[in-house]
T-cell receptor
Framework: DAGVIQSPRHEVTEMGQEVTLRCKPISGHDYLFWYRQTMMRGLELLIY????????DSGMPEDRFSAKMPNASFSTLKIQPSEPRDSAVYFC??????????FGSGTQLSVL | RKEVEQDPGPFNVPEGATVAFNCTYS??????FFWYRQDCRKEPKLLMS???SGNEDGRFTAQLNRASQYISLLIRDSKLSDSATYLCVVNKGSNFGNEKLTFGTGTRLTIIP
């Protein structure tokens, strides 16, 4: 199995630009999670989906962040407009119900 | 107060030594607990679940104290390959249940040759 696949691995952009992060979960997993990791705050859950439906987006910092899951094999996290404080590692993770969580390799985002 | 608190370290420990980390959680309704390991510039990976009665996996022992709301991880006979950041994780739901996981900020461990 290929595991959770995220792209890009690294993204460097300028403040004000739109950023789109992509995730392909493991086939057959019905839950998908987006996390953000910083030194100060650790891993924070932004949003999660069950069967492509957003269940809890209370961790999304503000309206500049949006996430979609148009089908079972693809999700995006979009930041528009991006700000320097959005710089972090963004992880996507997936799992089946009552099974362990698998993380992707993450996207290192730098907003200049 | 943070939901999950850990000593960030770093812990610098000689190879072969025993090292222990603690983690405290604030929500008494939490039901399931885990330790994850994260290597530098890599994704977190599940190390082990933590059960009420305590559990062991090779050189690793995890314990839970519900009354004091803390979790511990003990590593015996430490190896160079144990160098990593160890994340304490708490879930309000049942084991691997539907609730979201809350991660601590991690304890960084370096094993010195």
């Amino acid at each position: 199995d290929a595991g959770v696949i995220q792209s890009p691995r690294h993204e460097v952009t300028e403040m004000g630009q739109e950023v789109t992060l992509r995730c392909k979960p493991i086939s057959g997993h019905d839950y998908l999670f987006w996390y953000r990791q910083t030194m100060m705050r650790g891993l924070e859950l932004l949003i999660y989906f069950n069967n492509n439906v957003p269940i809890d987006d209370s961790g999304m910092p503000e309206d500049r962040f949006s996430a979609k899951m148009p089908n079972a094999s693809f999700s995006t996290l979009k930041i528009q407009p991006s700000e320097p404080r959005d710089s972090a590692v963004y992880f996507c993770a997936s799992r089946r119900i009552n099974e362990k969580l698998f993380f992707g390799s993450g996207t290192q985002l730098s907003v200049l | 107060r943070k939901e999950v608190e850990q000593d960030p370290g770093p812990f610098n420990v000689p190879e072969g030594a025993t090292v222990a980390f603690n983690c405290t959680y604030s929500n008494s309704a939490s039901q399931s607990f885990f330790w994850y390991r994260q290597d530098c510039r890599k994704e977190p990976k599940l190390l082990m679940s933590v059960y009420s009665s305590g559990n062991e996996d090779g050189r690793f022992t995890a314990q839970l104290n519900r009354a004091s709301q803390y979790i511990s991880l003990l590593i015996r006979d430490s190896k160079l390959s144990d160098s990593a950041t160890y994340l304490c994780v708490v879930n309000k739901g049942s084991n691997f249940g539907n609730e979201k996981l809350t991660f601590g900020t991690g304890t960084r461990l370096t094993i010195i040759p």
